[in-house]
């Protein structure tokens, strides 16, 4: 049963591709942290925000994908299409302005509690993304999920109808 779940996790497209595109995104992530501050923290890997989106690559992996197995004139891509979007949007808009706030009251806080006696937790800075951190996660996607959909091809054909 739960190898059934699994091997069909792995035969659809849709879900590789949208797993690889993220997977390498936040990939990518912990990369160019290891370069910007001089050694690894593995911890960014689960961090929202940063370079690239992997918000935006997820999304643009599932609509790409949705648009090359059920078409662009399907209900199914349009709502994938619209929710794309939207998060992409999201990144960039509201999701941004509250990194920026929170970096605001971090200095605040700092000002304040700059003598030390009292503890404060500073808030999350990096939450959304700027639009090229956005445009770096779909084009990612775009070609992640173009891989994905010609290997799939290839060990489809090679496997299913050449044998």
Known sequence: MVNNFIFSLLANFTFMAVSVSWFLAQLIKVIIYRFQEGHWNLWHFF???????????????LTLS?????GVRTPLFTICLVFALIVMYDAT???????KQAEIL?????????SGRVKVEKLKEILGHDPIEVVAGAIL???????VYWTYGYVYNQ????R
């Open 47 to 61: 961090e929202a925000g940063g370079m690239p989106s992997a918000h935006s690559a997820s999304v643009t992996a």
């Open 66 to 70: 949705i648009a090359l197995t059920n």
């Open 93 to 99: 808009g509201v999701r941004r302005a509250a990194g």
């Open 106 to 114: 971090n200095k605040i806080v700092d000002d304040i509690y700059s």
């Open 141 to 147: 996607a775009i070609i992640m999920t173009m891989l």
């Open 159 to 162: 496997y299913f109808f050449i």
